[in-house]
């Protein structure tokens, strides 16, 4: 069966995958973009964005594996846009005419509308679907492919308190943010389930790999 994944998924040092104070001019609050600024010097970020340059070190290691072998997407209404952003039927996500999915798009809300196809081979569709319900309709969606779990940190830790990932890549990031959204609240002994890798990046960023245990 196909995997689920979970890549390049940065939180702060007190755990808070995304800031307070969300907004259609701040799409991750008062955090800026002080959780990414890690993956916006690689070459896959200045590939992805259509400028040279950028580094080839541990960082772009791991960020280039984000898009090999996946065949669908989930997100949460939090990842697809600001606060409200169902009330704007012209609304098609922050990443413009061609979003970097490419794939199969499903975004978990509450507020489902007709599909969207995009250019490059990402269309939008929106569930009101628990995360097991989502996944079957994703992996119908990948096929032989991985289906990825794009965040947020609801999102995520959604997936993770129902058993359903396999890999997850986090990044944790050498700032505090005090508030916003926590990956972590109600994953006691998460770590039981999953054989976890720590690497160091001279960036200050440290990734954590974790695998679900087959014992």
Do not use: C
């Amino acid at each position: 069966m196909s995997l689920v994944r979970v890549h390049n998924f940065a939180i702060s040092l007190d755990g808070f995958g995304t800031g307070e104070g969300l907004s259609q001019e701040a799409p991750f609050g008062h955090a800026g973009e002080r959780l990414h600024e890690w993956m916006f010097g690689t070459r896959w970020w200045h590939e992805l964005t259509g400028r040279p340059g950028g580094s080839d070190g541990l960082d772009n290691a791991f960020v280039q594996q984000f898009t090999p072998g996946v065949g669908a997407e989930i997100m949460g209404a939090g990842k697809f846009g600001y606060p409200g952003w169902h009330e704007d039927l012209q609304w098609k996500g922050w990443w413009g005419p061609n979003p970097p999915f490419h794939t199969p798009t499903f975004i978990l809300t509450h507020h489902p509308r007709p599909s969207i196809e995009m250019e490059g081979g990402t269309t939008f569709h929106f569930l009101d679907a628990s995360p097991a319900e989502a996944l079957a309709q994703a992996r119908k969606a990948a096929g032989d492919q991985d289906v990825r779990i794009g965040g947020g940190p609801t999102v995520v830790r959604d997936f993770l308190a129902a058993g359903l990932i396999d890999r997850m890549h986090v990044v944790v990031v050498p700032i505090l943010l005090g508030r916003g959204t926590r990956l972590w609240d109600n994953l006691e002994s998460l770590e039981e389930t999953y054989e976890i890798e720590t690497v160091s990046s001279p960036t200050g960023v440290t990734h954590l790999t974790f695998t679900r245990s087959h014992d």
